[in-house]
């Protein structure tokens, strides 16, 4: 009579390999299935979100990647500054707004047709989302966020993170936003200094809000990548002027900081704190003392929360960098706000992750970016220009803001109740460390 131990299912071996438990094979099986289901869960997601373009009327308007081609092919006439878009904005004539090394990257898309353009924007940036998700976990949990079981949560987050209203009005718009952030993240990710700095430098060199990311490496002391950042900026600068001589030394030299000419700064697409503080108040309270006062308490409070994190969370580091970045800027669009989806990731996935009070402000932020806070308070308001409102609807209209703050308090609290931990979902045996590695000098 065979033993039970004899009869009970053992592992098999193939050729001579290493024998591969049953238990193992099972779970690999449902690994799979389920990275087919988060799949098929991400192609519904995309689908629908296409139909939706497609079936409303504005869907496929794609104002702001109109502006980024027939403004960039309008340098063959040299008015890429006088340039405007009116034909879905007749309240606001959307003028060229980048620096003239963005006109030149974008200036092959106009040889291209339009609506091909358009389709392949929108779900380029699906697949640019996917990555910003999967670049998050892999700083958190390390190499394994490539293997079969984080795909599929990362494959999850992409399905659900379309619909957050940042990504949901990047589609919209056809707005560079979600590859601006895929591109910061996979400079925050690399240990190679000249990657890292030149990816930033160039961003930068598109559009100047990515500029904040050089905090990040400076935070992290890598040195010679903050400074290489600095260098390519200034390269993309003098490319600009080189190739296209007045239209590349025009914006430099008139426009370069004019909030004005980006667009209404009191309307409450704007969610940097001048915008709320300007709704709050009635009026534009520009750079004056108010505004400074508040960049200044802003400052410390995330140069706090930074001094807060454990020194490997690079993820947490980047989150609080970047969120600076959207306050102090004159206009932080609400589709800026793309950094809302790496942050939940680290709030759900982190090192506070276990803490209730993390768990609290995770669903706040996820509710307020899936319902879309701005999007509500602009039927509210008659005018985009009309800064003067009441109060609750000022105060609900820094929404972005009160949540970003919030953020950096808990995190000093967290910090300074209980050192943070180990990412509690990281499977056992899963972690690879998640240390960034000292860079070459």
């Known amino acids: ?123 380029l940036t699906v697949a640019a ?35 957050t209203e940042p990504v949901r009005m990047t589609l919209d718009y056809g707005q560079v936003n979600v590859f601006l ?60 002027v080189l190739v296209l001589g007045e239209q590349g030394r025009k914006y430099f030299t008139t426009f370069f900081g004019d909030a004005n000419r980006i667009g209404p700064v009191g309307s409450v697409w704007n969610q940097s704190l001048r915008g709320a503080l300007s709704r709050i108040v009635g009026h534009d309270v520009g750079t004056g003392p108010l505004w400074l006062i508040a960049v200044a308490l802003s400052a410390a409070l995330a140069y706090a929360a930074w001094r807060a994190l454990g020194p490997d969370d690079r993820l947490g580091t980047l989150v609080v960098v970047e969120l600076f970045g959207l306050l102090v800027s004159p206009i932080s669009w609400a589709h800026h706000w793309v950094w809302v989806v790496p942050m939940l990731v680290w709030l759900v996935y982190g090192p506070l992750a276990a803490r209730r009070g993390t768990r609290v402000i995770a669903a706040c932020w996820t509710v307020t970016t899936l319902v879309g806070v701005p999007w509500l308070l602009g039927w509210a308001q008659d005018s985009i220009w009309d800064i003067s409102r009441p109060a609750v609807l000022s105060w609900l209209g820094a929404a972005n803001v009160i949540g970003a703050l919030a953020v950096y308090a808990w995190i000093v609290h967290a910090g300074r109740t209980q050192p943070p931990a180990d990412p509690v979902t990281v499977p056992p045996g899963s972690r690879s460390g998640g240390r960034e590695p000292d860079p070459t000098p």
């Not at 104002?63 to 340098?75: I, Q, T």
């Not at 990040?216 to 490319?239: D, E, K």
Request: aromatic share 14%.
């Open 181 to 240: 952030v895929l591109g910061t993240m996979i400079a925050a990710r690399s240990s190679r200094w000249w990657i890292s700095g030149g990816l930033v430098g160039l961003l930068a060199g598109i559009k100047l809000t990515p500029a904040i990311a050089g905090l990040y490496l400076i935070a992290r002391r890598r040195w010679s990548a903050a400074v290489f950042s600095a260098v390519v900026f200034f390269a993309t600068v003098a490319v600009s």
């Open 1 to 123: 009579m065979r033993s039970a131990l004899t009869d009970a299912p053992g592992p098999t071996t193939t050729g001579g390999c290493t024998p591969v438990p049953r238990s193992a094979r099972l779970q690999r099986s449902h690994d799979s299935q389920r990275l087919w289901w988060c799949a098929a869960l991400l192609l519904v997601s995309v689908v629908a979100r296409l139909l939706w373009a497609f079936l409303t009327p504005n869907g496929l308007n794609l104002v702001d990647l109109h502006v980024y081609v027939e403004g960039a092919a309008s340098l063959l006439q040299g008015g890429l500054y006088d340039f405007t878009y009116s034909r879905d904005t007749p309240d606001f004539p959307l003028p060229f707004t980048y620096p003239p090394f963005a006109a030149l990257v974008f200036f092959p898309l106009h040889y291209l047709p339009f609506g091909f353009v358009g389709l392949a924007w929108q779900l």
């Open 129 to 163: 989302l996917f990555g910003i998700v999967r670049i998050a976990l892999e700083l958190l949990v390390g190499a394994d966020a490539r293997n079969t079981r984080w795909t599929a949560v990362a494959l999850v987050w992409t399905a659900i993170g379309v619909w």
